[in-house]
């Protein structure tokens, strides 16, 4: 089974600033993927990066990027230069390969950005 | 493409009535999920399907929530009778393919049941 775990509900960061969200995630998979997606007061699921587990580098999407540590099942989004609309609810997520294709999410974090 | 469409947007409804939600997923797209959001839970997901076929409904609470899906452009779920506690916001996604590629989500359905 496939877990997600983001343990902080809520963050805050001034504009232009850099902040990172933590996750952790729990799977017996050897072949899954990882994603952030940002779900803005639209109620909208936007995705923001996602990370293949077999590559060692890690992904980066212009002012976003990920910490991705393997052994330690930790996965963290980056936001450099924070802009007021980087104001979400952000959600890791796991998805396995091999027969199971269930993508689970965390619990979100919170993100306020102060101008 | 509109990308996934959900409807509707909003519903209320009344204790033991029943409700349908309904998705049309994105052409092409093979997997289609269904996840329920609330602040205690988050996003939980309730069954997805697979070239039409439930794959996994493990995550359907009870008896009480249904999903089908008829053809690879429409989907349901549908609660009978429903409870105050099934008020959240229920998404509906589509993938194609490969577990690496995204998944597009609807703009959800936000369900009241008083």
């Known amino acids: 089974a496939q877990t997600v775990t983001q343990s902080q509900p809520e963050m805050s960061v001034q504009e232009a600033e850099t902040v990172t969200l933590s996750c952790t995630y729990d799977?017996?998979?050897?072949?899954?993927?990882l994603f952030w997606y940002k779900q803005p007061p639209s109620r909208q699921m936007i995705l923001v990066i996602r990370?293949?587990?077999?590559?060692?580098q890690n992904a980066t999407e212009n002012r976003f990027s990920v910490n991705f540590q393997k052994a330690a099942k930790s996965f963290s989004l980056k936001i450099s230069d924070s802009q007021l609309g980087d104001a979400a609810m952000y959600f890791c997520?796991?998805?396995?390969?091999?027969?199971?294709?269930?993508?689970?999410f965390g619990k979100g974090t919170l993100l306020t950005v102060n101008p | 493409d509109a990308g996934v469409i959900q409807s509707p947007r909003h519903e209320v409804t009344e204790m033991g009535q029943e409700v349908t939600l309904r998705c049309k997923p994105i052409s092409g797209h093979d997997y289609l999920f269904w996840y329920r959001q609330t602040m205690m839970r988050g996003l939980e997901l309730l069954i997805y399907f697979n070239n039409n076929v439930p794959i996994d409904d493990s995550g359907m609470p009870e008896d009480r929530f249904s999903a089908k899906m008829p053809n690879a452009s429409f989907s349901t779920l549908k609660i009978q009778p429903s409870e105050p506690r099934d008020s959240a916001v229920y998404f509906c996604?589509?993938?194609?393919?490969?577990?690496?590629?995204?998944?597009?989500f609807g703009q959800g359905t936000r369900l009241t049941v008083v």
């Open positions: 996604a589509s993938r194609y393919g490969d577990s690496n590629t995204e998944a597009f």
């Open positions: 990370q293949e587990a077999y590559k060692q």
């Open positions: 799977t017996s998979e050897s072949d899954y993927y």
């Open positions: 997520a796991s998805n396995s390969g091999g027969s199971n294709y269930k993508l689970t």
